[in-house]
C-alpha cells in the first residue's frame, strides 16, 4: 500500500461502509443514514481504491463483503464504537455523572439483594442509566457489552481488566418445613435439586457430590430462580446462596454454612477515569460492604436478652 493510499482514506466512510454491509443494499443504507444510494456508492469506490482492495462483491442477495472487507468491517466496527464512546464520555464527563453504564451479574445477585439499593445510587445520580444484564456468559469489555461484571469466581489474569474482590456469598441447604427435622447423617436419603450437566464443576455440584454422593437427584434446572422455586415446592433439598430469602414454607437446614465462594468485580481499565463509572463502582463497593454479614450467611448474634 502506498503513502498517498493511506492519506486519501476518509475515516468518515466508516458508517456508510458499515451501513451497506448491515443492510446489504445501497438504497437501504442510503435510506438510514440519510443519504443518496450514488454518494454511497461514490464513497465505497473511493476506499476500495484507497486501500487498493475491493471490500464488497454485488451478489443475487445484495451486497456482501470479500474476506479483506470483512477484516476492515470487524476493525472499523470496532474502531467506531470506540470512538463514538470516547465522544460519549468526553460529553458525559463535562456534564457530570451521567450516562449509561452496564452491570451484569447472575440474575439472582440482582432481584434478591442489588436492587434493594438502586435507590440510594438513583437518588445521588439521578442523570445515570444503569442496565442491569441477568448472565453469567462472558461478555467483552472492549466491544462495551458491559462496563461492569459480577463474577462467583476470580477470573483469568488480562491486563485490560480491573479485577477486585468485593465479597463472598454463603450457600446453605435449604428445603421445606417437612423436611426441617431430618438430621445431617440422613440428607443423602432425600430427594435433591440440582445444576445440570453444564454446570456440574460449579463448587455447589462438587459440594452436593463429596457430601451426599448417593443422593437421588430428582430434578436439574438451569438457575438459582428455579432451583429456589422447586425447593419451595416442596421437590426436595437444595444448596441456595443465603442472599436467596426464605419464603413460608422454607427453611434452612444444619447449624451452618456450607459452602462460601468469592464475588469479582470486573471493569475495564479505562472505567477508572470516567465519573459515572467511579460513582457505580463506588456504590457497589458500600454495598457489599454494607451487606457482607448477610451474603456471607452469617446468622445475627444472640442478644443479651435472647
Known amino acids: 500500500m502506498t503513502g498517498s493510499s493511506q492519506v486519501d482514506f476518509d475515516w468518515n466512510d466508516i458508517p456508510l461502509l458499515l451501513a451497506l454491509a448491515q443492510t446489504g443494499s445501497m438504497n437501504a443504507a442510503g435510506k438510514r443514514l440519510g443519504m443518496d444510494p450514488s454518494t454511497i456508492s461514490r464513497r465505497l469506490a473511493a476506499t476500495e481504491g484507497a486501500l487498493e482492495t475491493p471490500l464488497f462483491v454485488r451478489g443475487p442477495g445484495g451486497y456482501q463483503p470479500t474476506d479483506a472487507g470483512r477484516v ?7 474502531i467506531y464504537g470506540q470512538v463514538r464512546d470516547m465522544l460519549v464520555d468526553t460529553r458525559a464527563e463535562a456534564d457530570g455523572v451521567g450516562g449509561v453504564v452496564r452491570l451484569t451479574a447472575i440474575d439472582f445477585m440482582f432481584g434478591e439483594w442489588l436492587v434493594a439499593h438502586l435507590p440510594a445510587l438513583v437518588a445521588a445520580h439521578p442523570a445515570l442509566q444503569l442496565q442491569l444484564i441477568a448472565s453469567n456468559q462472558s461478555l467483552s469489555f472492549t466491544h ?3 462496563d461492569f461484571a459480577l463474577r462467583l469466581a476470580r ?6 481488566l ?4 468485593v465479597g463472598e456469598l454463603g450457600f ?3 428445603a421445606q418445613t417437612c423436611f426441617a427435622d431430618t438430621p445431617r447423617e440422613r440428607w443423602d436419603e432425600l430427594p435433591w435439586l440440582v445444576y445440570g450437566p453444564e454446570l456440574a464443576e460449579t463448587p455447589e455440584m462438587r459440594w452436593i457430590a463429596r457430601h451426599v454422593p448417593g443422593a437421588r ?5 438451569s438457575s438459582v430462580a428455579t432451583l429456589r422455586s422447586a425447593c419451595l415446592a416442596g421437590l426436595g433439598l437444595a444448596l441456595l446462596p443465603h442472599v436467596v430469602p426464605e419464603a413460608d414454607g422454607m427453611c434452612r437446614l444444619g447449624a451452618g454454612v456450607e459452602l462460601h465462594r468469592e464475588v469479582w468485580l470486573l471493569s475495564h481499565r479505562a472505567t477508572g477515569r470516567i465519573a459515572r463509572y467511579r460513582a457505580v463502582s463506588d456504590w457497589l463497593v458500600k454495598a457489599f460492604e ?3 454479614a448477610r451474603l456471607r450467611g ?3 448474634a444472640p442478644g443479651p436478652d435472647s
Open 162 to 165: 480491573v479485577m477486585r474482590k
Open 290 to 292: 454494607t451487606d457482607a
Open 155 to 160: 477470573p483469568q489474569e488480562d491486563a485490560a
Open 298 to 300: 452469617e446468622r445475627a
Open 144 to 146: 462495551r457489552e458491559t
Open 172 to 174: 446453605a441447604v435449604y
Open 72 to 78: 476492515f468491517l470487524e476493525n472499523a466496527e470496532r
Open 217 to 221: 437427584r430428582v430434578v436439574q434446572v
